[in-house]
């Protein structure tokens, strides 16, 4: 029960991830990722974020299929997804701000853990 409820914490931390990124622009975007709303406004950038969050979008659904999984299948992929958010955190954090590793990484690992343990 403790390990769906992290899942699906990360679930929705990622849907909301989604949804900043494929509403740009938008003041509150502009605040979570620390740009500029007249750099959001160029199509280049636009378009790139709308892409980044079609990607948190498919971890969200994958992390939320996890949920709904037969047993047999819902630990491996939970590990698998929680996997790929942990290694998106650790290279957003590498190569574009590092409080990537503690906002999107945190609770992942923290997921992680109790998946581990459990």
């Known amino acids: 029960m403790l390990l769906n ?9 990622h ?14 975007a502009a605040r979570a990722f620390n740009i500029s709303p007249d750099k959001l406004q160029q199509k280049e950038i636009k378009t ?11 971890l ?3 992390l ?4 709904f999984a037969p047993a047999d299948l819902a630990r491996p992929l939970q590990a698998f ?3 790929c958010v942990i290694t998106a955190a650790i290279f957003g ?6 409080k990537i590793l503690w906002i999107q990484g945190g609770p992942a690992m923290a997921a992680f853990l109790v998946w581990l343990f459990s």
């Open 5 to 13: 409820l992290f899942v699906f914490i990360v679930a929705l931390q």
């Open 15 to 28: 849907l909301l991830i989604m949804w900043l990124e494929m509403t740009v622009p938008s003041p509150r």
């Open 48 to 58: 790139l974020f709308v892409n980044q969050g079609l990607y948190n979008g498919f």
């Open 60 to 62: 969200a659904a994958g």
């Open 64 to 67: 939320l299929w996890s949920l």
């Open 81 to 83: 997804f929680l996997g």
């Open 93 to 98: 954090a590498a190569t574009a701000n590092k």
